[in-house]
């Protein structure tokens, strides 16, 4: 399962999900999804909402009980 930390970075830089979803070229309701668990971003998305939130993708997302 992917886990991320979306929602706690947002907070960090007081992001509303519509505010990082305008600077992610997404909207509101995709960022609601993705905080939620229900929706995998794509790489280049992940890429840009890593940037957004000054952070490396990995420790934005990880797969949680997945065996390598």
Not at 36 to 55: D, R
């Amino acid at each position: 399962m992917l886990k991320n930390r979306v929602k706690e970075l947002r907070a960090r830089f007081s992001y509303t999900q519509g505010e990082l979803g305008e600077k992610a070229g997404v909207t509101r309701q995709t960022i609601g999804f993705i905080e939620k668990g229900e929706f995998s971003p794509s790489i280049t998305l992940s890429l840009k909402l890593a940037y957004i939130l000054e952070c490396k993708v990995d420790e934005l997302f990880w797969l949680e009980g997945e065996e390598w």
